[in-house]
């Protein structure tokens, strides 16, 4: 199993908005059909409406996603721990 970040469009409510979404999936094509699964249940969206425009493996320490890091837990603490993205300063 991989880490993947899917990115793209899908309308929520009535308008089209742009998602990130950090998935588990052992390769990018069941990585989308999952983020296909998971949007259409969560917001009664048709396949045909969500536009996916990447699908990229990832590090799983960068991900803030529980599932992703539950997934991962042994292979993030064996190099470190969780790599944290750098907060922008004020």
Known sequence: MQAFRVSGTAPFGSQRQKFNMDLVASSADDAEHRCYSIIGSRHKVNRRAINIESVSEIDPRTSSEP????????????????????????
């Open 67 to 90: 599932m992703v890091l539950n997934a991962f837990r042994d292979q993030i603490a064996a190099s470190g721990g969780p790599i944290t993205p750098v907060a922008e300063e004020e």
